[in-house]
């Protein structure tokens, strides 16, 4: 049953994502949630992972999160569920391109898009910023504001901006840095 749920689950993400991987990250922050199959903390290392690894992150963190939910038959399960509905529209697209094309509904339908494609990875982005840098579990605890902020992890995102600014190096380079970090962060506990 289980099986049958991640397809399900990652169907409907991959069929509503519109916009690319980030867009995901919404709808895997509800299946977190409403599921249990993963924490937020475990959905953070999932994008670090994600974005660190080649291939598409929205593929990756399919990947990922149906291993942790069912091991290797969950991965697969999961990245076929999250892929299949761009591939029905795909072939669907295909076979009625020729009268598709310079349909004013269907360019339409595209511009109309566009916002809910930016809006949706905005809504990703900031909830990397929310996972990534923010408490809320230990303010909410505490109440003491300074407990709010991940304070190590700012530093880091704010010297690797200004890092990216100042010495001119390819994305990956900096993406290398961050996860050779991020592991020194978590294998050292501190």
């Given at each position: 049953m289980i099986y049958l749920r991640l397809f399900y689950e990652f169907f409907k993400t991959g069929l509503f994502s519109v916009g690319g991987g980030l867009a995901t990250l919404p709808f895997l922050n509800d299946m977190a949630v409403k599921t249990g199959w993963f924490t937020r903390a475990e959905l953070a290392d999932?994008?670090?992972i994600s974005e660190s690894t080649p291939g598409p992150i929205g593929v990756n963190m399919a990947t990922y999160a149906g291993f942790k939910c069912a091991g290797v038959p969950g991965s697969v399960i999961a990245t076929l569920g999250l892929i299949?509905?761009?591939i029905i529209i795909i072939l669907?697209?295909?076979v009625f391109l020729a009268s598709f094309?310079?349909?004013?509904?269907?360019?339409g339908a595209f511009y109309g898009l566009r916002p809910a494609s930016?809006?949706?990875?905005s809504a990703a982005g900031c909830l990397v910023v929310k996972i990534a840098l923010l408490n809320t579990e230990a303010f909410e605890a505490s109440g003491n504001i300074l407990q709010l902020f991940r304070w190590k992890e700012i530093v880091l995102a704010v010297a690797l901006f200004?890092?990216?600014?100042?010495?001119?190096?390819?994305?990956?380079?900096f993406i290398?840095?961050?996860?050779?970090?991020?592991v020194v962060f978590h294998l050292g506990g501190v």
């Open positions: 999932m994008i670090a299949t509905p761009s669907l697209i295909a094309s310079e349909n004013r509904y269907v360019k930016v809006a949706m990875i200004f890092a990216m600014r100042r010495i001119k190096l390819h994305p990956v380079v290398g840095i961050s996860l050779v970090v991020g």
